[in-house]
């Protein structure tokens, strides 16, 4: 379709005239003249009209039930654009939830990992806090055989002392294995 302004001068018209006959304001005219606005659908419809009667085609009697038929094309189309715009926003909130979940899921199994390095880290000070005592035990028999009978007994009651830490720390220790596990 020709530019408007041309349109408007070549039917000899003032953007006043122009717009009084195509059912708008004057400054609506201006603003579509300039392209800040676009022609309202009525008064694009007059404006065809007016262009048929112009070139001295006569208005045709089906022009009516094109418009309309034009009309329930477009309305199609705007409530299947809604509607792929509906699909796509489900679509991205449903990408939004997964991705909150693959975020929960990150988070949990990194707090994991931390709790199973702190246990790794426990587990293996309390095997190194076991071999201290059993080689303490070693020693504490050795000094035990060379010691005077006073000593001897102070120094079983520590090897029985350390028997029982030992013990304690090697069921600490299986405990552990089974969480680990």
């Given at each position: 379709?020709?530019?408007i302004?041309?349109?408007?001068?070549?039917?000899?018209m003032?953007?006043?005239?122009f717009?009084?006959?195509?059912?708008?304001?004057?400054?609506?005219?201006?603003?579509?003249?300039v392209g800040?606005?676009?022609?309202?659908?009525?008064a694009f419809?007059?404006?065809?009209?007016?262009?048929?009667?112009?070139e001295g085609?006569?208005v045709q009697?089906?022009?009516?039930?094109e418009?309309?038929?034009?009309?329930?094309?477009i309305?199609s189309?705007?409530?299947?654009?809604?509607?792929l715009?509906?699909?796509?926003?489900?679509?991205?909130?449903?990408?939004?939830?997964?991705?909150?979940?693959?975020?929960t899921?990150?988070?949990?199994a990194?707090?994991?990992?931390?709790?199973?390095?702190?246990?790794?880290?426990l587990?293996?000070?309390?095997e190194?806090?076991?071999?201290?005592?059993?080689?303490?035990?070693?020693h504490?028999?050795?000094?035990?055989?060379?010691?005077?009978?006073?000593?001897?007994?102070v120094?079983?009651?520590?090897v029985?002392?350390?028997?029982?830490?030992?013990v304690?720390?090697?069921?600490e220790?299986?405990?552990?294995e089974?969480?680990i596990?």
């Open positions: 379709m020709e530019d302004k041309r349109i408007r001068q070549k039917m000899g003032t953007q006043l005239h717009a009084h006959v195509l059912g708008i304001s004057r400054a609506n005219i201006a603003m579509v003249e800040q606005r676009e022609l309202p659908n009525p419809l007059k404006l065809l009209q007016l262009q048929r009667l112009s085609a006569p009697e089906d022009f009516p039930n418009l309309e038929n034009k009309k329930d094309e309305e189309l705007i409530a299947s654009t809604k509607f715009v509906s699909k796509r926003q489900k679509l991205l909130d449903h990408a939004k939830r997964k991705l909150e979940k693959m975020k899921d990150y988070m949990g990194s707090v994991a990992i931390r709790l199973m390095n702190d246990e790794l880290t587990f293996e000070g309390i190194a806090y076991t071999s201290k005592m059993q080689s303490r035990i070693a504490a028999e050795k000094v035990k055989s060379r010691s005077h009978p006073i000593h001897q007994r120094l079983q009651l520590r029985n002392e350390l028997e029982s830490l030992v304690l720390s090697q069921t220790l299986t405990e552990l089974q969480l596990a």
